[in-house]
């Protein structure tokens, strides 16, 4: 009993030293929690700057325990002179709202805009009648039959006469090769091909280097670092001229140099009176000013902005979904003899036929489920950005307005077990077909590698086919082995998810059974 007069005592005279001392147990013990479950904490003044410092390396991933520990939600402060806290998100409920039922309330905004800066007016970062025209323009060009022609036949002939004899040569030399690298210069040339009607040559037996391919490497690097960096360190980098902000303007300059010689060389084409129609996409815009209603400077700008993001959406988004693809499929040799089977079962057009028939690739069920059921686990676009414009609350409670901003993980909605069951971490294309065999869809907030709602991937499609048409030239032709024992490959830190060291593999010849 004589301990606690002297404890009140020790109160009375030192109240500071009491306040600091319960100040720092309710902070010791808050942390030990949260570490425990994983959520990060966010602490007065840096926010939860220490966690995502702690975890960059690792971010999709750190993103993905921490959804799980906070039933698919929690919003992240950060530190002092950030416009706001970000509210992260995997739960389909709050997509479906956000991407289609109140989809007006969630433009891509300024802000993102700003963020997204070197793809200027394009596609991705229009909102209201620009972002209309440019969907219903680029809506009729994707499904215009002469376009889709051309696209089959110059796939077709880039399989025949570059991917697949590359794949021989470095079979023959026994050498490791960066299949991620190859992917990238095929999907590159492929692209390229579509939206400005030239092959730049990507995908040659030298590798060599393309300036405008390794710009949109680093452009899409530095939008990522924008997205986790803090405010105030961003505006230093602006002001100094430095680091992420240098990067960029180099990257940039070398995008608007390469556009423009391409839109040169096209328009030289279209004055040419003995030229033949062409159906890439640039030839197309060029032919529809007057629609647009643009002139000089304005009307080159829309010609940059618009070939870029469609280049953006054409090139990475397909080679990484491939990548990881080819990358299962090593660890995974049931799910590539059954691929295997149904290719000898149904063998689609030799690469070279110079056409490209789409009722064949349809025929290939189990390979489009092994299609999806990678791009479930490895969206090639792991994030989605959304701000509201005016205050609204989620269907799982969180309040959100001007001043918080949501960030949406596809690639932990991929991994919810809330989302897909147990077991939603293995490579399983099963899942995605009937008893009988047959495709099941899945819904679009549920499965939003494509995106959702309104702004649905105009491309899908077009980039199943390109896909499936890869698999069936690589696959009865080539077996791709990555290292036995290596670690799984890390996703880099881009708003695409590429390896983060490439995937080196061996390619062997398959040998007939």
């Not at 995997?90 to 109140?102: G, Q």
């Not at 940039?252 to 096209?266: G, H, P, W």
């Not at 080679?319 to 995974?332: E, M, P, Y």
């Not at 390896?499 to 398959?510: F, I, N, P, W």
Request: proline residues 6%.
């Amino acid at each position: 009993m004589e301990l606690l007069p002297w404890l009140l005592g020790f109160v009375v005279k030192y109240p500071e030293i009491m306040v600091s001392a319960a100040c720092f147990l309710l902070l010791f013990c808050r942390f030990r929690r949260r570490r425990l479950d994983r959520i990060p904490t966010n602490w007065p003044v840096v926010g939860a700057l220490p966690a995502i410092v702690a975890n960059a390396g690792r971010v999709h991933d750190w993103v993905t325990e921490f959804l799980r520990a906070a039933a698919m939600s929690h919003v992240v402060e950060g530190p002092w002179g950030s416009p706001g806290d970000v509210l992260i998100t995997a739960d389909p409920a709050n997509v479906a709202h956000m991407f289609t039922a109140n989809f007006g309330n969630y433009p891509k905004g300024e802000e993102f805009a700003a963020m997204f800066d070197v793809l200027g007016g394009g596609i991705f970062n229009a909102d209201g009648e620009s972002w209309s025209f440019q969907r219903r323009k680029a809506h009729a060009l994707l499904s215009d039959a002469r376009f889709r022609a051309a696209v089959a036949a110059s796939t077709a002939r880039k399989l025949g006469g570059g991917l697949v004899p590359l794949l021989d040569g470095v079979a023959a030399s026994g050498a490791a090769v960066d299949l991620q690298d190859v992917f990238m210069r095929l999907t590159f040339d492929l692209t390229a091909m579509f939206v400005f009607g030239v092959d730049p040559g990507c995908l040659a037996a030298d590798f060599p280097t393309v300036p405008f391919a390794a710009a949109m490497d680093d452009a899409e690097e530095v939008l990522f670092y924008r997205h986790v960096a803090p405010v105030p360190w961003l505006r230093l980098q602006s002001y100094l001229k430095i680091g992420h902000y240098k990067k960029m303007a180099k990257a940039r300059e070398v995008l608007d140099a390469s556009i423009a010689e391409f839109i040169a060389l096209r328009r030289e084409r279209a004055a040419d009176a003995n030229a033949t129609g062409d159906a890439d996409l640039l030839t197309a815009y060029l032919a529809c000013q007057d629609e647009i209603g643009m002139d000089g400077a304005a009307f080159d700008a829309f010609l940059r902005d618009t070939t870029l993001n469609l280049m953006v959406a054409g090139r990475d988004t397909t080679s990484s979904a491939l990548t990881w693809f080819f990358w299962l499929l090593s660890k995974h040799p049931d799910v590539e003899a059954r691929i295997l089977a149904e290719l000898r079962a149904h063998p689609p057009s030799p690469p070279g036929a110079g056409h490209h028939a789409t009722g064949e690739l349809k025929r290939l069920v189990y390979l489009h489920a092994a299609l999806s059921e990678s791009l479930r686990l490895y969206p090639p676009v792991p994030f989605e950005h959304k701000a509201a414009a005016r205050p609204d609350t989620l269907p799982s409670g969180a309040a959100v307005g001007p001043t918080r901003r949501v960030i949406v993980s596809l690639y932990s909605m991929g991994r919810m077990e809330a989302v897909w069951g147990k077991g939603c971490e293995e490579f399983r294309p099963e899942r995605w077909l009937t008893p009988a065999g047959r495709f099941q869809h899945e819904r679009s907030c549920k499965f939003a590698a494509f995106n959702v709602g309104p702004r649905t991937c105009l491309g899908r499609d077009l980039a199943f086919a390109q896909m499936k048409a890869v698999v069936a030239a690589v696959v009865p032709r080539f077996r791709v082995t990555a290292g036995a024992g290596a670690a799984p490959p890390r996703p880099k830190l881009s708003i695409i998810l590429h390896m983060r060291d490439g995937l080196k593999v061996k390619v062997h010849r398959r040998q007939e059974d």
